[in-house]
């Protein structure tokens, strides 16, 4: 065992309050229908965390659970996540929804337009790192709520792309122009 990773089992086992806690990963997705995927696995999400604590440890500071979840009927379907604060509980979860998918061609999905006839289509690979961005894009809130105590606003989603962006564990293909267009009649026959 390298030395680092020595000084980091102590450091974890003196100050468990001081170094981090361990976040709770939870699979809630249930694929009811071929046409919504969840795109990343409990494992990719481990994989994420691990990276943003090595890279800000502080960033995850209060946040209880990373919930892979089905879609809400409530949301537009391009989110793909949540921030979510029980202020009384003081804890943070974070819910990662599944995204719409094409079986007939391999490519997970993103309204366009607004009747939903263009899409933005992205390959298995690509979705990955979309989810995983997303991920960032959440963790940014925890951030910035942290620092800020706020939660809503164009300046805030700035920020949490932003921070989403510098971490630097994933490119976002979809600010990186790493998708294709398509019209949905062209892939699905009347």
């Not at 494992?43 to 209880?64: F, H, S, T």
């Not at 925890?142 to 105590?149: D, I, P, W």
């Amino acid at each position: 065992m390298s030395v680092r990773k020595v000084v980091q089992t102590t450091l974890r086992w003196l100050f468990p309050f001081f170094y981090g806690h361990e976040i709770e990963i939870i699979d809630q997705f249930h694929e009811w229908s071929a046409y919504e995927r969840m795109p990343i696995t409990v494992e990719d999400v481990k994989w994420y965390v691990e990276q943003v604590r090595e890279k800000d440890p502080w960033a995850l500071k209060g946040i209880k659970s990373i919930i892979l979840c089905n879609m809400e009927p409530q949301f537009h379907p391009n989110v793909r996540g949540s921030y979510i604060v029980d202020v009384k509980k003081r804890e943070v979860n974070i819910r990662l929804y599944g995204m719409a998918y094409l079986p007939s061609i391999d490519t997970y999905t993103l309204d366009y337009s607004d009747t939903g006839e263009l899409k933005a289509g992205f390959t298995p690979t690509q979705a990955r790192d979309l989810m995983l961005s997303t991920l960032g894009h959440e963790i940014g809130h925890n951030v910035e709520y942290r620092r800020s105590g706020r939660l809503f606003g164009d300046d805030v989603e700035k920020f949490c792309d932003r921070y989403a962006d510098e971490l630097n564990i994933v490119v976002d293909p979809e600010r990186s122009g790493q998708w294709r267009l398509f019209f949905i009649d062209d892939v699905i026959p009347l």
